[in-house]
């Protein structure tokens, strides 16, 4: 039915593509090196946890009525053939690589970009001084409650819009070095910041698929409720990161 439908595509986003494992292995890996399964495990079972939160409260507001009776019918299990599993890697492997080298080097170079010149197209000698840091200041003051409200994350999390992959890409280019990064952001702002990557905005491609099968005013809806949860989730997570 429309309804189901419609609320299962909002649903989706909640669960973590695998897009966005780099990030959580770059931050379990600097900030929680002696928890680092457990951890992103916790994030996984928060993601399904949430989307079964956002589920209910969705049924009982936006997508109200009864559900049409569900039937499918599935395929006899049989053991994957080595042909059938190597061609599904490939086909897994080649997507991400084409991905690598058109959206995350596309995202690059501009980052690179932004982070060497100004407003007026001359080059800088302080990333601080460049078109980068602008945007990025400008969103800033919006994490700055969650523990990460420097203008070089903010800017990671705006070309993580383009494709999740490029966040720690982003990131190694602003900050240049580990220690760089644990100078700005705590274990708190740390555990904050996954929780709101595992959340927020699904990329411009997951948006684009939303746009075709419901149109632009649920597209940019999708966008919206994603943010605000992930803001509430990230904010809860670094408050209670805090107390211990």
């Known amino acids: 039915s429309s309804r189901d439908r419609r609320m299962t595509i909002m649903l989706i986003p909640f669960i973590s593509c695998s897009a966005k494992l ?141 494709a999740k992959e490029s966040v720690v890409s982003t990131l190694s280019i602003l900050f240049g070095s580990t220690a760089a990064l644990t100078a700005v952001i705590n274990t708190a702002g740390a555990a904050a910041l996954l929780i709101f990557c595992l959340l927020y905005t699904p990329c411009v491609a997951a948006i684009a698929s939303i746009k075709r099968e419901l149109g632009g005013k649920w597209a940019i809806g999708v966008v919206i409720f994603q943010c605000v949860i992930a803001w509430v989730a990230a904010f809860i997570v670094h408050g209670i990161v805090c107390l211990f």
């Open 22 to 162: 780099p990030i959580y292995a770059v931050f379990t890996q600097i900030f929680f090196e002696k928890y680092r399964a457990l951890v992103l495990l916790a994030i996984y079972v928060l993601g399904i946890v949430l989307g079964i939160l956002a589920g209910l409260l969705l049924k009982s507001t936006v997508f109200k009525g009864k559900p049409v009776p569900f039937v499918m019918e599935l395929p006899a299990y049989r053991l994957p053939s080595a042909k059938s599993v190597t061609l599904h890697m490939w086909e897994k492997a080649k997507d991400f690589i084409q991905k690598a080298f058109t959206i995350i080097f596309a995202a690059t170079l501009i980052v690179w970009f932004l982070q060497n010149f100004d407003a007026g197209l001359h080059l800088v000698s302080s990333a601080d001084q460049s078109l980068l840091a602008k945007i990025g200041s400008i969103v800033a003051p919006l994490f700055a409650p969650l523990g990460f409200g420097d203008w070089r994350v903010s800017t990671a999390l705006i070309t993580g819009f383009m």
